[in-house]
């Protein structure tokens, strides 16, 4: 394959007049909070020496056009940017040319059409958030955003290697889970104060850990959880929803109060762990994670996510718990109609009550609440007919809240007094086990 790589500014993009969008890409179609990730990132660290902003694919046909290929949703926002900049020019006319600098509007912008109805709606929408985002840009960030954000600007000669590229890349793409994106944005946060061996031993440790096991941790428990603590709908996990596991980064100076209680618990338990003492007592100190807690970017995700693996293996943590107890599991593994989906949905909801009140209560009144979570879950199984995803979703959120009354809870009390209603009718099928502890438990009628 005869392609041409370097690393370039993205002045030097800007600066190009010979770019071309072909009419078999897609329309421009990032959304505003795409926009705004990137604007931010450009504001977070504009103070390093130089940040990598992605990859920039182009074909140069027979007419020495550059087509792009991979990067057009990056590319357009990145002129807009540069659009409102040199609209905005009179503001900071007096401190560029000081620094001897131009704002740069090329030709191609002038020459540059689009015909598809969303492309240019998204156009038009977006650039108004981004001249009001500019109009908070300083000399230093307009500086910045020319000569020290880069791309990777890969240039291929042959029109058949170029969709081989760009077919790869996005295959590539298809194939990155939720928690691939989560781990190389937790990598580049750790490269601002950890050392190399602690970035190694944390991919070492994540690699280690199995795939279908890490995926049904995010997807079936943390995910789901932190989102019914909070009011908000869980239904599925995918790349769109990963900022629910991006937090603060205890290196930096997060101008918000609620961050110091973060950053001190951080930077305890790496004082304490790190003294010379510990060469003597051999002792070590985990950090107290907490599903719902604000996530500390870079090793302590990852460690947050190994600990959590650990959590969710309910089997190992209840084989102590009272018989009545183990009958309630017992049944609950073991029934004819437990692999339904529907059925399987409402284990979900269990399953996460209980993952979640351990923890933050761990073991006290676990009976109670092994029984509380069973029949406040199973009550929609006996209920309804069909469960589908949104059913278990919705039922999550409503009276008597569940996930948010653990996560409002000082005392497992305030947990275990949740008012239950009654089953009148049973609309399932297959579930004659269930409606037996239901029956002894006095919570099904008629």
Known sequence: MNLHTKIIQTK?????KNLCIPEYQRP?????????????DIFHHRNRSAYRLGTIVFYRDEKKKLNIVDGQQ??????????????????????????KVDAIYSEWFEGLSFSNSISLKNIQNHYREIARRVDDFDVDTVLFFYQKCELVEVILEDVSEAFQFFDSQNARGKDLEPHDLLKAYHLREMSKISTEAERLKSVETWEGLDTDELKSVFANYLYRIR????????????????????????????PFPFAD???????????????????IDQKSMAYPFQIDQVIINGKRFFEMINHYIGQVDLEE????????SKKILKTLNTYNARTRSGDQYVRSLFDCALVY???????????????????????????LQNVQLASMDNYALEAPFTFKTIKDAIHPKEVLSLSLSVVNQVRSSKTKELEAIFKRLNYLHG
Do not use: C
Not at 28 to 40: A, E, F, M, T
């Open 12 to 16: 030097d993009l800007l600066s190009k």
């Open 28 to 40: 421009y179609k990032w959304s505003i909070k795409n926009v705004n990730q990137l604007i931010d």
């Open 74 to 99: 990056r590319t357009i926002t990145l002129i807009l940017i540069a659009i409102a900049i040199y609209q905005n020019i009179n503001r900071l006319q007096a401190e560029l040319k000081k620094a």
């Open 227 to 254: 989102n019914w603590s909070r009011g908000a709908s869980a239904r599925k996990f995918d790349k769109n929803r990963v900022d629910i596991f991006k937090g603060i980064s205890p290196s930096v100076e997060e």
């Open 261 to 279: 209680l973060y950053r001190i618990g951080h930077f305890y338990v790496e004082g304490y762990n790190q003294d010379f003492h510990r060469n």
């Open 317 to 324: 943590k209840l084989k102590n718990v009272s018989d009545h």
């Open 357 to 383: 009140y351990l923890d933050k209560f761990g073991m006290v009144e676990i009976d109670r609440a092994i029984e509380k979570f069973f029949l406040w879950a199973y009550s929609l199984r006996l209920n």
